[in-house]
């Protein structure tokens, strides 16, 4: 399967930890997207990377919330002192830097603190 | 700030009825995008838009744009329960990729 990958699918935490997911996009793909989920909402976007860099952080991203996308390849979203608030389904999405390609999805990391 | 509303935001169909989903955003974009999702499932990507008048069809679904009225519609036809899902429309504001969605039509076909 060579879609976007994203590791772990669920997480389950205590508010006040640190939790880290990992996404694998769709190989040659340099662009790469953090969205949020929350029940019976549509995803918001958060984040976005061309190549290794960041090129757009929503007001959403607070300082609690660092992405990294090292060598270009796959991501990492970290998520410090987590909130209940930050319970969530986090998607990652790729797509090849052309006017108007598909965006493709990932299966999506469940968070739920507790 | 740009804003995406779709309605409606529940349909119930019966299964052969033909219906239509309507997406409307608030400032200029010639980028729209519909995708599907399952529940507990993440978004499988449907259809595309990218300019005025873009008309495309897959199955029993066809998706239109008119920038102009800053409009796209999603048209089922000969609706199947399999269709059942929640369906988004979303607007790349800055064609960049960073999307904003609706809040979704759940759609459920019954026999």
């Known amino acids: 399967d060579t879609g976007v990958s994203q590791d772990p699918r669920h997480k389950i935490t205590k508010r006040g930890q640190n939790v880290t997911f990992r996404c694998d996009p769709i190989?040659?793909?340099?662009?790469l997207y953090w969205y949020r989920q929350t029940l019976g909402q549509g995803p918001e976007f958060l984040t976005y990377f061309q190549n290794e860099a960041q090129l757009e952080k929503s007001r959403l991203l607070s300082d609690r919330f660092s992405a990294e996308r090292p060598k270009g390849s796959f991501s990492t979203l970290e998520i410090q002192r987590t909130e209940q608030g930050d319970s969530a389904m986090y998607l990652c999405?790729?797509?090849?830097?052309?006017?108007?390609?598909?965006?493709?999805f990932g299966e999506g990391s469940w968070l739920t603190v507790v | 700030e740009l804003k995406v509303e779709q309605n409606p935001l529940f349909l119930s169909m019966q299964e052969g009825k033909n219906y239509t989903i309507y997406c409307n955003y608030s400032?200029?974009?010639?980028?729209l995008y519909w995708y599907r999702q399952d529940p507990g499932k993440s978004l499988e990507s449907l259809f595309v838009l990218l300019s005025n008048g873009a008309v495309k069809q897959e199955g029993r679904l066809m998706a239109s744009l008119d920038t102009k009225a800053r409009l796209s519609t999603l048209h089922i036809t000969a609706a199947v329960h399999d269709l059942s899902a929640t369906y988004f429309c979303?607007?790349?504001?800055?064609?960049?990729?960073?999307?904003?969605f609706g809040k979704g039509t759940k759609l459920s076909v019954k026999p």
């Open positions: 979303a607007v790349d504001k800055e064609s960049q990729g960073n999307l904003i």
């Open positions: 190989s040659e793909h340099n662009r």
């Open positions: 400032t200029t974009s010639d980028r």
């Open positions: 999405a790729s797509s090849f830097q052309s006017s108007g390609n598909t965006i493709y």
